[in-house]
């Protein structure tokens, strides 16, 4: 089992930056992937960035890239998300998100088990 515990969401304005961690704890030595997604009202969760833990080979989603920044601490078991240039599109709940398996695709959510209890993101204009 792996627990995984959000912090660094916020309340910011347009343009500014912010920081996400996901801490991780409980078999994190089996962690193979870890992603960031994100789900605003009404709408589906929404894959963010991945990333694999073993060589930090990382994902984003096509209309994310250059704005956001996925990032791990291997000795502090910590994913980041760095996003800079917000907008207020992207406020929603962001949620980390581990498996241990390397099969299945990254951007699916169903390709991770283990889920935090997600930190809310809100732009304002």
């Known amino acids: 089992q792996v627990q995984l515990v959000e912090s660094g969401g916020g309340l910011v304005q347009a343009g500014g930056s912010l920081r996400l961690s996901c801490a991780a704890s409980?078999?994190?030595?089996?962690?193979?992937?870890m992603g960031w997604f994100r789900q605003a009202p009404g709408k589906e969760r929404e894959f963010v960035a991945a990333?694999?833990?073993?060589?930090?080979?990382?994902y984003y989603a096509d209309s994310l890239k250059g704005r956001f920044t996925i990032a791990r601490d291997n000795a502090k078991n910590t994913l980041y998300l760095q996003m800079n240039s917000l907008e207020p599109e992207d406020t929603a709940a962001y949620y980390c998100?581990?498996?241990?398996?390397?099969?299945?695709?990254?951007?699916?959510?169903?390709?991770?088990?283990?889920w935090g209890q997600g930190t809310q993101v809100t732009v304002s204009s």
């Open positions: 998100a581990a498996t241990q398996s390397y099969s299945g695709i990254y951007y699916y959510t169903n390709t991770y088990p283990y």
């Open positions: 409980g078999r994190t030595f089996s962690i193979s992937r």
């Open positions: 990333i694999r833990w073993s060589d930090g080979i990382t």
